[in-house]
């Protein structure tokens, strides 16, 4: 019988086509961190599934089932990335040692004209967010609300920032 790591060296194009599906080639910067992923998740499927892969035709259809598992962690993983890296974009930043970043300073400012603005439980998402560096679902749990009320409540934030940058 085969073990998961024999298995993944004699397939490899199962977590290969999984990356590919999420339009990334090779020269992406993040292609060897999302093939490493990827493996790391067909491991996981093999040792949850435990499937006993006698035939060619029974590990064929293990690799059909895991590539599709892998390929929507991936794009899971991928999504939350975008979210994180767009909340990110937020967070007001100390100046540089070498110099000032007006960027940062500019958004700063409007963090700080927009919280008054801001309900208290958006203001409190806030400030875990970059004070204590929390995921949503560790807010989610520090304020005994849904992981799906942090992520509105996020979206909610971003929209009035985004609203406060255009000029009336």
């Known amino acids: 019988m085969m073990t998961g790591y024999a298995l993944l060296l ?11 599906q999420l339009g990334l080639t ?12 990827g493996e790391a998740r067909y491991l996981y499927y093999f040792d949850r599934m435990q499937p006993p892969l006698k035939t060619p035709q029974q590990q064929a259809k293990f690799n059909r089932d895991a590539a599709w598992r892998i390929y929507r962690d991936l794009n899971k993983h991928r999504l ?23 960027t940062r300073l500019e958004v700063a400012e409007a963090l700080v004209d927009l919280w008054p603005k ?3 439980q958006a203001q409190a998402v806030l400030q875990l967010r970059f004070d204590s560096q929390l995921t949503n679902r560790e807010i989610a749990a ?16 971003q929209q009035a920032y985004q609203r406060g940058l255009t000029p009336d």
Not at 10 to 20: F, G, I, L, Q
Not at 142 to 157: F, G
């Open 26 to 37: 090779p020269q992406a910067a993040d292609y060897d961190d999302y093939v490493s992923l």
């Open 10 to 20: 004699a397939n490899p194009a199962v977590v290969r086509w999984a990356v590919k």
């Open 142 to 157: 520090r304020l005994k609300i849904s992981v799906q009320r942090v992520w509105q409540l996020t979206q909610q934030i």
């Open 118 to 120: 801001l309900t208290p």
């Open 80 to 102: 939350r990335e975008k979210r994180r890296g767009s909340l990110e974009q937020l967070a007001p930043q100390p100046p540089v040692a070498t110099g000032v970043d007006t």
